[in-house]
């Protein structure tokens, strides 16, 4: 396992107080998907005063600091999210109670990009130039409103010279090297309605819905990996004593194979394509977002990555780390034959809640582990 130098050691010592602090200042921050701008005017303003040369801001508001970059073929990724899943414009509450930061986002992602901050001030101090150029990226849009804009977009911007990624987000000792691939869809109803006693027998948006919704959840599971359906939102009509002239329902389908996910996909819409024929109603069905899966990726290199993060991980954590599939940034690089990993090392509880909270004396621990796997890529 690669081993810290004592300077490494005594710099995240030194970290500690700051780091906390810098997590604090940032969950301050507002950030909701797309729109992050102010979170990233303050991570662009931190590098610069810390030295960095070359940061920006790119179109998608994602915060890009080179390291060594130019003219390189063979970069490597590490990244972390900014925004959060809350709407919220105004700073979100937080309290620090018995060793706890309690504040939605605290730890998704909000804690990562405070120890990429910190990452990247230690090699501009120490004028570490990678031989094959690094790329840190405090990115935009991770969350579901964000679609994944973000790291779209620097694969798009960076499209052939990324070599590795490793991206710092999750849950405490657990890595996501499978990336789900994802389809989500909106299904609109119109029927003709009325009243539900006089019109008794008129076409019900409702009645539509609901029979779609049960024909969806008896489609089978394709066989050969991991798949899920999943209809999260239904709402329709108005009245209980009114035909439903309208009817909306989200759904969202995943698997670990883009192949099996593209069964279910078919299968749903002969299911709405069912209806459709029978002419009683209007029925829309809208693509509203959607995630590639893992594709092209050596497993050669693959297994190198995972098995070195499964050392680091194991070397500062607690208990065994758990590999498993999920879905978020990783999701782009590794669907262009991209190989990588998203982990985590700090302890969060109550992710995508209100009641959000971090274990304060975890995110040492995570700056180590983050600092580890980045210095090990120098090798």
């Known amino acids: 396992m690669y081993q810290l130098s004592q300077d490494a050691l005594a710099y995240i010592d030194s970290c500690a107080e700051e780091l906390i602090a810098l997590e604090k200042r940032l969950c301050q921050i507002p950030a909701p998907s797309r729109r992050e ?9 931190w590098l610069e005063k810390a030295g960095a040369k070359g940061v920006y801001i790119d179109e998608a508001w994602n915060v890009v600091f080179p390291v060594h970059a130019e003219g390189s073929q063979q970069l490597t990724l590490f990244t972390a999210h900014m925004d959060t899943v809350f709407p919220d414009m105004e700073p979100m509450p937080m309290e620090e109670r018995d060793g706890r930061l309690y504040c939605p986002g605290a730890g998704d992602d909000t804690a990562s990009v405070a120890t990429l901050l910190l990452l990247a001030r230690y090699l501009i101090t120490r004028n570490i130039q990678p031989e094959k150029g690094f790329l840190l990226v405090c990115n935009s849009c991770e969350e579901s409103e964000g679609n994944l804009a973000g790291i779209r977009q620097i694969m798009k911007d960076y499209a052939g010279r990324i070599q590795e990624c490793y991206i710092f987000d999750g849950l405490y000792n ?5 990336p ?16 539900a006693y006089l019109n008794f027998g008129n076409a019900s948006a409702v009645a539509c819905t609901a029979g779609m ?4 959840y008896q489609m089978k599971i394709p066989e050969g990996c991991k798949s899920s359906y999943n209809v999260g939102v239904w709402s329709g009509g108005e009245v209980p004593n009114g035909i439903a002239q309208h009817s909306e329902f989200l759904v969202e389908m995943r698997s670990q194979l883009n192949e099996n996910l593209e069964i279910l996909r078919q299968n749903f819409l002969q299911i709405v394509k069912k209806y459709q024929d029978q002419g009683r109603w209007e029925i829309q069905v809208e693509p509203i977002g959607s995630l590639p899966g893992k594709e092209g990726v050596d497993p050669v290199v ?9 050392e680091i991980l194991e070397h500062y954590c607690e208990g ?3 590999f498993r599939s999920g879905a978020g940034d990783i999701n782009i690089p590794m669907s262009m034959g991209v190989p990588g990993i998203s982990l985590c090392a700090y302890k969060v509880e109550g992710v995508h809640t209100r009641e959000e909270y971090i274990e304060l004396d975890t995110l040492q621990t995570a700056l180590t582990v983050n600092m580890t796997v980045m210095l090990s890529c120098l090798e």
Do not use: P
């Not at 701008?37 to 303050?42: G, H, L, S, V």
């Not at 693959?302 to 499964?310: M, Y």
């Open 174 to 178: 657990q890595v996501v090297n499978w």
């Open 180 to 195: 789900l691939a994802v389809f989500k869809f909106k299904v609109t109803v119109k029927a003709e309605g009325g009243h």
């Open 320 to 322: 065994k780390t758990i």
């Open 302 to 310: 693959q297994g190198r990555i995972d098995e070195k993060v499964r």
């Open 213 to 216: 919704i049960h024909e969806i």
């Open 37 to 45: 701008q102010k979170r990233a005017e303050f991570c662009k303003e």
